[in-house]
């Protein structure tokens, strides 16, 4: 395994673990439904506001400097929520940690492509490691030493940084908004947009979904491991595949599937097929995106960053409707709401795509 892919491990092990039992935490902290939302939200808008802003800067200044700086940050941001023991500490917990999330994933990725490494490789070591951490976080259970953990793991992706070495990179004056890049790749964005609102819609409440249906701690992590540990398999032979529009369209389809899905299930059994399609619905999904837009964009680490705000954006939007869906008509409408949503987001790939010229 590269260092890269290491890192990309291990980041995703820590983001995984912190993130699983948040909802859960909040609720056992007096939280509404809504009031859930609006933390996972918050964590959402940070990484937004990092990923657009540190995309950029990586483009002008070089990528190892961002993301030392950014896995040190984070290693100090989510060892920090073990001390969130009131809903105003765990907001600002989850706001710190969103920030330092979003300050490096751009960074990392364009480092991988300028390296002439496979994205598809890169990736799967990150689903790997989400696998593992939602599994290890469903076995501890214990939300103080989930998060210690964490903050120690990223510590250690800060370590393995330290050895990496800047790759040969064009600087590039990237304007402050960069409308060019926006409106080259929108056919991306909005459907990633839609896609991910509709899905986070469902993220910030399906551990207490799973719960209402029977589902214990340990179930919950076994539940949240199948999905990443799918994409690693799946994700590991992409590079291979010539259509990455196709590979966007597949991911964007069968999203609809596991969502409509979701809402059918009546017991946390029927939850564990569906999970291996999910799998898939995001390898193709995110893969497919990553590589066309480092193959079609020499703004690489703005498009990817932007890529990034636009998943963060929609983890905005999406838990702040599930949680208000969620209160007022019950767990069950939200995935119908996520449904729906996935289903525009195919409608406007396919309006908005027009295929370019070889």
């Keep these: 395994m590269k260092s890269?892919?290491?890192?990309?491990l291990l980041v995703n092990l820590s983001i995984a673990a912190?993130?699983?039992?948040?909802?859960?935490?909040?609720?056992?902290?007096?939280?509404?439904?809504?009031l859930v939302g609006v933390i996972v939200a918050t964590y959402g808008l940070m990484i937004f506001l990092a990923s657009y802003i540190f995309g950029r800067a990586s483009d002008r200044y070089g990528r190892k400097l961002f993301l030392n700086v950014g896995l040190l940050v984070a290693a100090v941001a989510f060892f920090s929520q073990a001390f969130a023991d009131t809903l105003p500490k765990l907001l600002v917990a989850r706001a710190f940690a969103g920030f330092a999330v979003g300050m490096f994933p751009a960074a990392l990725v364009a480092f991988v492509y300028e390296s002439k490494r496979r994205i598809g490789r890169f990736s799967s070591y990150g689903s790997l490691g989400y696998a593992i951490g939602c599994f290890l976080a469903g076995v501890l259970a214990v939300y103080r030493n989930i998060f210690m953990g964490?903050?120690?793991?990223?510590?250690?992706?800060?370590?393995?940084?330290?050895?990496?070495?800047?790759?040969?990179?064009?600087?590039?004056?990237?304007?402050?908004?960069?409308?060019?890049?926006?409106?080259k790749n929108l056919f991306i964005y909005s459907s990633f947009f839609l896609r991910h609102a509709g899905a986070t819609m469902i993220w910030a409440i399906l551990p207490l979904y799973l719960?209402?249906?029977?589902?214990?701690?340990?179930?919950?992590?076994?539940?949240?491991?199948?999905?990443?540990?799918?994409?690693?398999?799946?994700?590991?032979?992409?590079?291979?595949y010539g259509s990455y529009?196709?590979?966007?369209?597949?991911?964007?389809?069968?999203?609809?599937?596991?969502?409509?899905?979701?809402a059918l299930a009546n017991t946390?059994?029927?939850?564990?097929?569906?999970?291996?399609?999910?799998?898939?619905?995001?390898?193709?999904?995110?893969?497919?995106?990553?590589?066309?837009?480092?193959?079609?964009?020499?703004?690489?680490?703005?498009?990817?960053g932007l890529l990034n705000s636009t998943t963060s954006l929609a983890g905005?939007?999406?838990?702040?409707?599930g949680g208000l869906v969620a209160e007022l008509y019950g767990y069950k409408m939200v995935m119908y709401a996520?449904?729906?949503?996935?289903?525009?987001?195919?409608?406007?790939?396919?309006?908005?795509?027009?295929?370019?010229?070889?």
Aim: net charge positive; proline share 5%; with cysteine.
């Design 18 to 34: 912190s993130y699983l039992f948040v909802p859960n935490l909040a609720k056992e902290l007096g939280a509404s439904d809504f």
């Design 268 to 304: 946390y059994y029927q939850i564990l097929p569906v999970q291996f399609l999910l799998g898939v619905a995001w390898a193709c999904l995110y893969v497919g995106s990553l590589l066309l837009l480092t193959k079609e964009n020499v703004e690489r680490a703005t498009s990817i």
């Design 150 to 183: 964490s903050g120690i793991v990223f510590f250690l992706a800060f370590l393995a940084s330290l050895r990496m070495k800047e790759t040969r990179f064009m600087r590039i004056d990237v304007p402050r908004f960069p409308t060019d890049v926006i409106k």
């Design 211 to 240: 719960a209402s249906l029977g589902a214990t701690p340990l179930w919950i992590g076994v539940i949240y491991f199948i999905n990443p540990i799918t994409q690693f398999l799946i994700m590991r032979g992409l590079d291979r």
């Design 4 to 8: 890269t892919g290491f890192i990309n």
């Design 316 to 321: 905005i939007v999406g838990p702040l409707m």
């Design 245 to 262: 529009h196709n590979l966007i369209k597949i991911g964007l389809l069968l999203s609809d599937v596991v969502f409509i899905s979701y």
């Design 338 to 358: 996520a449904f729906a949503l996935a289903v525009v987001s195919i409608l406007s790939f396919n309006l908005r795509y027009k295929p370019r010229n070889p």
